[in-house]
C-alpha cells in the first residue's frame, strides 16, 4: 500500500510505561479508510496502546511514527467518558468547539472558523438542534454523539474510540456503529477498542487482539480461523 | 447610604473589602472547576493544613504568610496529585491531612502561648487582621487568577470537562493543573485570615454550587459564580457590621441564602417544565 496514506505506524515497539514494556515487538499499521477493532483482556494493553497512538506516551524501545498531518494532536479522541461529565454544566456547542482547541495556538477566542467546524460536526451527527442544550441533561446516547462531534472537531483522518458503547442501551449502540460505518465510508480510519465484538464483527476490517505476551492483528476472516477469536467469539 | 460611608470611614474595613471582594471572587472561580472536579472538600483540608502553619509560624515569630504560603501550595500539590497516582483515595488523603495539620497546630500553640486570640482567629477569622501586605497580595492574586481565566478560558473548560481528550489535542493539562493548586492554596491563606480556618472552604463551594442550580452552561455558571460571590460579601459584611454578626459567618449566611433560593427556583422551574 501507498505509505503516504499510511497513518500511525509501529515497528518493532515495545510498548509500556517507566521502561517496562506491556507489548513488546508490536507491528502495526493504520491506513486511511480502516476499521480496526481492540480487543483483548482488562490489563493487557489496550489503553496503552491508544495512550501511544495518541502521542501521550512514548514507546518504551522501537519506533512508533504517525503521519504529518498528525502531529498537532490532530487525533479525533473519544474516551470512555467520567462520572463527572454525566452532569456537567456545559452547552452542546461548548463541549464540541472544545474539540477545536489544538487550531487556536495562543488565540484566548474562538473564531468563524471553530465555530463553522463545530456546527458542521453537529450536523453531521445529526444533533444541530440539540446545540443550546445542557450537556449534563441529554441521554447516554446523545452525550455520545456530542462527544463524537467534538472528535471530529479535532481530526479529519482518524478517530480513536476507547469502549464507545459502554453504557449504552442496544438501540443507542446500534445507532452510534451506523454513524461509524458512515463515517468510515466517507474515509475515516477508526480505531475502537471495545467488548462488544459479536455486534461490530460484520462492519470492522481488521482486528487487533491483545493477549498477554503476544497479539493477533488481521483481518476479520483471518482472526476468525486463528486460535485467539475462540476466547471472545 | 449614611452608614456605608460610615464604614467606609475605617480603613481596617476597607482593606477587609478589597481583600475579601477579590479573595471571594479567585475562590468562585477557582470553585467552579474544583467542585466540578470533585474536589470540594480541598478548600477545607488546605484551610486546616495553613491553620497548622500558621501557629508553628506564630510559635517561631516568623512572618505568618511566608511560612503558610509554601506550605500551603504544598499541600495542594499533593492532594490534587492523589488522583493521578491513586494510591489514597483523594477523599480520604484530603481528612487524613487536614486533621493531622489540625493537631499538629494545636500541639504546637499548647506547648508555647496557649490558645491566645491570635490563633482562635485564625480559627474564625477576624475582619481585623487584614495588613496593607495582604491587600497588596490579593490584588496580585486576583491579577493573576482574572488573566488565566479570560486568556485560557478555553483550556480550563477542556481539562475540568475531560482531561483525556483535553491531553490528546494537546493542551497542556499539568501545566493548568499547577496553576489552579498553586492559586487555591493562596486563595485559601489568604481569604482564612479574615474567614476563619473553619469557614473558608465555603467561599469556595458555594457560588459554583448555588449557580449550578440555575446556569446549564459552563460560561453561565462561571459568571454567575463570581457575581454571587462578590454579591453574598458585601451582603455579609454590611450585616456584620449593622448587626455586630462574626464576619466570616455572615458571608457563608448569606451563601446559604442564595443557595437556598437558587434551589428554590431550579425546584420551581421543573415544576413549570412538567405542567
Not at chain 1, 474539540?99 to 463553522?116: H, Q
Request: include cysteine; proline fraction near 2%; charged fraction near 15%.
Amino acid at each position: 500500500m501507498d505509505n503516504s496514506k499510511c497513518l500511525v505506524s509501529c515497528v518493532k515497539a515495545g510498548l509500556g510505561y517507566d521502561n517496562r514494556a506491556i507489548i513488546e515487538d508490536f507491528d502495526f499499521d493504520v491506513y486511511e479508510g480502516d476499521y480496526i477493532c481492540v480487543v483483548g483482556e482488562n490489563g493487557s494493553g489496550k489503553s496503552t496502546l491508544i495512550k501511544t497512538i495518541l502521542g501521550l506516551i512514548k514507546p518504551v524501545s522501537g519506533h512508533v511514527e504517525l503521519h504529518d498531518t498528525l502531529k498537532s494532536g490532530a487525533i479525533g479522541y473519544l474516551p470512555q467518558q467520567t462520572q463527572v461529565q454525566k452532569h456537567f454544566p456545559a452547552s452542546v456547542m461548548e463541549v464540541v468547539i472544545s474539540g477545536c482547541l489544538n487550531s487556536m495556538k495562543w488565540r484566548p477566542l474562538f473564531g468563524i472558523s471553530e465555530k463553522k467546524r463545530a456546527l458542521k460536526n453537529l450536523d453531521r451527527m445529526e444533533i444541530l438542534d440539540l446545540r443550546n442544550k445542557c450537556y449534563g441533561e441529554l441521554s447516554g446516547g446523545q452525550q455520545q454523539r456530542v462527544l463524537l462531534a467534538r472528535a471530529l472537531c479535532a481530526a479529519e483522518k482518524i478517530l480513536v474510540l476507547d469502549e464507545p458503547v459502554t453504557g449504552l442501551d442496544p438501540a443507542a449502540a446500534a445507532a452510534l456503529y451506523n454513524i461509524l460505518q458512515r463515517l468510515n465510508n466517507e474515509g475515516m480510519a477508526i480505531v475502537m477498542v471495545t467488548h462488544d465484538l459479536k455486534n461490530i464483527v460484520n462492519r470492522a476490517g481488521k482486528i487487533l487482539h491483545i493477549n498477554e505476551g503476544g497479539y493477533f492483528y488481521g483481518t476479520v476472516n483471518g482472526y476468525m480461523d486463528s486460535d485467539y477469536s475462540k476466547i471472545f467469539v | 447610604m449614611e452608614e456605608f460611608i460610615q464604614m467606609m470611614s475605617y480603613p481596617f474595613i476597607v482593606r477587609a473589602f478589597i481583600v475579601g471582594i477579590l479573595v471571594s471572587l479567585c475562590a468562585a472561580l477557582l470553585g467552579v472547576s474544583l467542585v466540578l472536579k470533585q474536589y470540594s472538600m480541598i478548600g477545607d483540608g488546605l484551610s486546616h493544613v495553613s491553620y497548622g502553619a500558621l501557629s508553628i509560624a506564630a510559635a517561631c515569630g516568623i512572618a505568618p504568610l511566608k511560612l503558610s504560603i509554601p506550605v500551603v501550595i504544598a499541600a495542594a500539590f499533593i492532594l490534587l496529585r492523589m488522583n493521578e497516582n491513586g494510591v489514597i483515595k483523594s477523599d480520604a488523603a484530603i481528612a487524613a491531612m487536614s486533621a493531622s495539620a489540625l493537631a499538629i497546630g494545636v500541639t504546637v500553640t499548647s506547648f508555647t502561648t496557649g490558645m491566645t486570640t491570635d490563633v482562635c482567629s485564625y480559627m474564625f477569622g477576624s475582619i481585623l487582621a487584614m495588613s496593607q501586605d495582604d491587600v497588596v497580595l490579593s490584588v496580585v492574586l486576583s491579577v493573576v487568577v482574572l488573566a488565566l481565566f479570560i486568556f485560557c478560558y478555553h483550556s480550563i473548560f477542556a481539562v475540568t470537562f475531560d482531561e483525556s481528550f483535553a491531553r490528546a489535542t494537546g493542551v497542556k493539562v499539568p501545566f493548568y493543573n499547577t496553576m489552579i493548586s498553586v492559586l487555591t492554596a493562596v486563595t485559601i491563606v489568604l481569604g482564612m485570615q479574615m474567614m476563619g480556618a473553619m469557614l473558608i472552604s465555603s467561599l469556595v463551594i458555594f457560588p459554583a454550587l448555588s449557580s449550578m442550580r440555575i446556569f446549564k452552561s459552563f460560561k453561565g455558571v462561571m459568571i454567575s459564580s463570581g457575581v454571587l460571590a462578590v454579591v453574598c460579601f458585601c451582603a455579609g459584611m454590611i450585616v456584620s457590621y449593622n448587626y455586630s454578626t462574626p464576619a466570616g459567618a455572615s458571608v457563608v449566611l448569606a451563601n446559604l441564602c442564595v443557595f437556598i433560593v437558587f434551589l428554590g427556583l431550579q425546584k420551581l422551574k421543573t415544576i413549570i417544565k412538567v405542567a
